[in-house]
């Protein structure tokens, strides 16, 4: 399969990576990856959309492949708020009104994010899983065991030791994890190998581990985005119209995320695959026909 080129376009702190499928006209959707992924994930679904007439673009997220900071000085921050905020400003550098966001992972943490801090500016919504905006405090309390094993990578990353096993290790850490959150996926060494090839990014590590440990509360965000932070604490609900998708078989979310529909107040529908983690990989086409499910409701 050829590659496809990639784009850039330049936001607030980024120099943003992407690949664009779809007429330049088209209704406008952005598919975004989480972590250990890559842009790669939604092959299947840009097609897809993309022969429906959709103008879908897919951003390497900040810290991974071709994306970079403008500036040295910008803090490499992981924290969703500043992800959200991301791709707010990447639909106006590119003057997509509306877009339907859709995303899995950190990509669906930000997609959640951004839809329920500017509603206004997002058209609708594909989440895996759920409602995925990450509530600090109750991190911070402890898990079920078995899911305190599964996450194992998060503890390791609030050690100095977790960074230099990251910086030494990314590659063999991402492919760990895709073993163990799609159990039942039998994924290829170059599809693999295609992906982590995105995590040589210069700021890949940095950004990665801020992430986690803002998220559990042992490093501070960027004090700009408090306020935003400060929203997303008093769990805001989406109003966008929202598609919400679960893995049956992903370790990461035991019992599923079918209670989260109190979050959702405009038209919602919650679907469960046989799948793990990974569900564009996994289940090519999912995220495509959640998409369209959104745009049929808005027109």
């Known amino acids: 399969m050829m590659s496809q080129p990639v784009k850039f376009v330049d936001t ?3 120099r943003v990576a992407y690949l664009e499928n779809g007429p330049a006209e088209g209704w406008p ?3 975004v990856h989480g972590f250990p992924y890559d842009v790669h994930a939604f092959e299947a679904d840009a097609r897809l959309l993309a022969a429906e007439g959709a103008r879908v673009v897919r951003p390497y997220v900040r810290g991974y492949g071709p994306t970079r900071f403008l500036s040295s000085e910008t803090m490499r921050n992981g924290q969703q708020a500043a992800r959200g905020l991301d791709l707010i400003q990447l ?7 509306g877009p339907i966001l859709g995303g899995f992972d950190w990509g669906g943490n ?3 994010v951004a839809a329920a801090l500017w509603p206004d500016q997002i058209g609708g919504l594909v989440s895996y899983a759920g409602y995925d905006i990450i509530d600090v405090e109750a991190q911070r309390l402890p898990a079920a065991p078995s899911l305190e094993r599964v996450c194992w990578y998060q503890h390791l990353f609030q050690s100095e030791r977790g960074r230099a096993a990251l910086r030494t290790n990314r590659s063999e850490i991402g492919r760990m994890l895709w073993r163990e959150w799609s159990p039942s ?3 290829d060494a170059a599809a693999y190998e295609r992906t982590a090839q995105a995590f040589d990014n210069p700021d890949f590590v940095d950004v990665v581990i801020h992430a ?3 998220m559990h509360g042992h490093e501070q965000g960027d004090p700009a ?4 932070e400060d929203k997303l604490a008093s769990c805001p609900p989406i109003t966008v119209p929202t598609v919400t998708i679960d893995g049956s078989e992903d370790p990461l979310k035991p019992g599923g995320t079918a209670d989260h529909a109190r979050y959702f107040t405009g038209p919602h529908e919650h679907r469960t695959l046989s799948a793990g983690h990974n569900v564009p990989h996994e289940a090519p086409g999912a995220f495509a026909e959640a998409v369209l499910q959104v745009r049929r409701w808005r027109t």
Not at 91 to 97: P, R
């Open 12 to 14: 607030e702190f980024l």
């Open 29 to 31: 959707v952005i598919l």
């Open 91 to 97: 639909a106006q550098a590119l003057q997509l009104t």
């Open 110 to 112: 930000a997609a959640c």
């Open 185 to 187: 996926w039998a994924f």
């Open 212 to 214: 986690y440990r803002v």
């Open 225 to 228: 985005l408090q306020p935003l």
